[in-house]
């Protein structure tokens, strides 16, 4: 059973860092497109960042570029996302997903993946 767990939000002042971790189980993140996505109230799920099958190959959205990195551990079976100088419209539930792909392969759009973690709310704010 392809499970998701996240953990790492929480509260942080403007231009503090956070990491997120999603640990799985059930399969094996380097036979899986990995990506984070978020969300905020009144908004749509927005994409944030991704790593292709296999090669890592990474993508991130402009509004976090140069900010946020995504990263992966192959002997915890986890990937992370690093937040450094945090911004207050970066307030939202931020959530894992993966989907199974050929190499070198990801996925663009949210509703394209099936595996979610449960999410983790990241709150930007003095």
């Known amino acids: 059973q392809v499970q998701l767990v996240e953990s790492g939000g929480g509260l942080v002042q403007p231009g503090g860092s956070l990491r997120l971790s999603c640990a799985a189980s059930g399969f094996t993140f380097s036979r899986y497109a990995k990506s984070w996505h978020r969300q905020a109230p009144g908004k749509e799920r927005e994409l944030v960042a991704t790593?292709?099958?296999?090669?890592?190959?990474?993508t991130y959205a402009d509004s976090v570029k140069g900010r946020f990195t995504i990263s992966r551990d192959n002997a915890k079976n986890t990937m992370y996302l690093q937040m450094n100088s945090l911004k207050p419209e970066d307030t939202a539930v931020y959530y894992c997903?993966?989907?199974?792909?050929?190499?070198?392969?990801?996925?663009?759009?949210?509703?394209?993946?099936?595996?979610w973690g449960q999410g983790t709310q990241v709150t930007v704010s003095s």
């Open positions: 790593a292709t099958t296999g090669s890592d190959s990474t």
């Open positions: 997903a993966a989907e199974r792909l050929a190499l070198s392969c990801v996925y663009y759009e949210y509703h394209e993946y099936k595996n």
